[in-house]
Nanobody, 129 residues
Framework: EVQLQASGGGLVQAGGSLRLSCAPS????????IGWFRQAPGKEHEGIAC????????FVNYSVKDRFSISNDNAKNTVSLQMNSLKPEDTGVYYC??????????????????????WGKGTQVTVSS
């Protein structure tokens, strides 16, 4: 079973940028749907973006669509979430999750949380005003 390692979180001022990375250990992202979720203090998990490692199709939550993007670097076996123009409300713990097989269909379904099988430990993102 793939284990996921998320990195790149930190403290940034509003308007700044961060790039989160998700890498699998013990496997490669071969026909996986890989997604990023966040949990703000006192709130439910929220799906942010996801990508199919098979065909590169993506889903990005409309609430961050103009500021966030997701990409897959096959050479590095890493999925990245580029976050620009960060706002204090982007603060939270960001989780990388993945599920193997039917990756395109999973992305079309917005990588709903119940579809994601493997979860990594989160990385904290704090945006100060």
């Amino acid at each position: 079973e793939v284990q996921l390692q998320a990195s790149g979180g930190g403290l940034v001022q509003a308007g700044g940028s961060l790039r989160l990375s998700c890498a699998p250990s013990g496997s490669t992202f071969d026909d996986y749907a890989i997604g990023w979720f966040r949990q703000a203090p006192g709130k439910e998990h929220e799906g942010i973006a996801c990508i199919s490692s098979s065909d590169g199709s993506t889903f990005v939550n409309y609430s961050v669509k103009d500021r966030f993007s997701i990409s897959n670097d096959n050479a590095k076996n890493t999925v990245s979430l580029q976050m620009n123009s960060l706002k204090p409300e982007d603060t939270g713990v960001y989780y990388c999750a993945a599920t193997k097989g039917r990756s395109q269909a999973t992305v079309l379904a917005g990588c709903a949380r119940y579809l994601m099988v493997n979860w990594g430990k989160g990385t904290q993102v704090t945006v100060s005003s």
